[in-house]
């Protein structure tokens, strides 16, 4: 190995030391979005160091072909230590700007598309299914209304066969009508709490 190749690959690997105190700055920062979930933190820190490893190792092989000597991973060390000493706090102030013109860069459009996308895709929605609902209960009011039309006079030919029929049998179905009434009360005040819950979301 020549030494210009040697100066040269001493001069890449300050750099690459350099490098790497920024991107473990940035990459220790960011950890805090995912610290709680244990499985990722763990998977992201392998990823991490072995993408960084290969990044280094290839920069090695391009300057002098890939050899590593004691030099190499001194120079490394060096500067990964300049950064520390010299470029840490500045790097760190800088790294909480850019996080926080990123924050503010998605925040304005993550409420950008709520409010021209989804918020009236969603209101949409809620008005098409309020209009059904609606038009579901003037069909049922209708059919209610036409069936009742319907079954008057039988159920004035009933509650004259009712007065004819004896007593026992008439307490059997007054059972058989408070069941029916029940049932009847369940079911309505099913649908109130239904109708209710619905309208009260949209």
């Given at each position: 190995?020549?030494?210009?190749?040697?100066?040269?690959?001493?001069?890449?690997?300050?750099?690459?030391?350099?490098?790497?105190?920024?991107?473990?700055?940035?990459?220790?920062?960011?950890?805090?979005?995912?610290?709680?979930?244990?499985?990722?933190?763990?998977?992201?820190?392998?990823?991490?160091?072995?993408?960084?490893?290969?990044?280094?190792l290839y920069v090695l092989f391009?300057?002098?072909?890939?050899?590593?000597?004691?030099?190499?991973?001194?120079?490394?060390?060096?500067?990964?230590?300049?950064?520390?000493?010299?470029?840490?706090?500045?790097?760190?102030?800088?790294?909480?700007?850019?996080?926080?013109?990123?924050?503010?860069?998605?925040?304005?459009?993550?409420?950008?598309?709520?409010?021209?996308?989804?918020?009236?895709?969603?209101?949409?929605?809620?008005?098409?299914?309020?209009?059904?609902?609606?038009?579901?209960?003037?069909?049922?009011?209708?059919?209610?209304?036409?069936?009742?039309?319907?079954?008057?006079?039988?159920?004035?030919?009933?509650?004259?066969?009712?007065?004819?029929?004896?007593?026992?049998?008439?307490?059997?179905?007054?059972?058989?009508?408070g069941f029916y009434s029940t049932?009847?009360?369940?079911?309505?005040?099913?649908?109130?709490?239904?109708?209710?819950?619905?309208?009260?979301?949209?």
């Open positions: 190995m020549s030494l210009s190749i040697q100066f040269l690959t001493m001069i890449t690997m300050v750099l690459s030391g350099f490098y790497l105190g920024i991107v473990q700055e940035t990459f220790r920062r960011l950890t805090y979005y995912w610290k709680r979930r244990v499985f990722l933190t763990y998977f992201l820190e392998i990823s991490f160091w072995l993408t960084q490893t290969a990044i280094i391009r300057v002098n072909a890939g050899e590593i000597r004691v030099y190499v991973i001194l120079a490394c060390l060096l500067g990964f230590s300049i950064y520390q000493v010299l470029a840490k706090a500045a790097y760190k102030r800088l790294l909480e700007w850019i996080i926080r013109i990123v924050s503010a860069v998605y925040r304005f459009f993550r409420n950008l598309v709520h409010t021209l996308i989804i918020s009236p895709i969603s209101w949409i929605i809620r008005t098409l299914f309020r209009l059904v609902l609606w038009i579901l209960m003037l069909i049922g009011t209708i059919l209610l209304f036409i069936l009742k039309v319907v079954i008057t006079p039988f159920r004035w030919v009933g509650m004259g066969i009712y007065h004819l029929i004896p007593d026992g049998f008439k307490k059997n179905l007054h059972k058989l009508a049932m009847k009360n369940i079911c309505y005040k099913g649908y109130k709490k239904l109708e209710k819950l619905l309208f009260k979301r949209g």
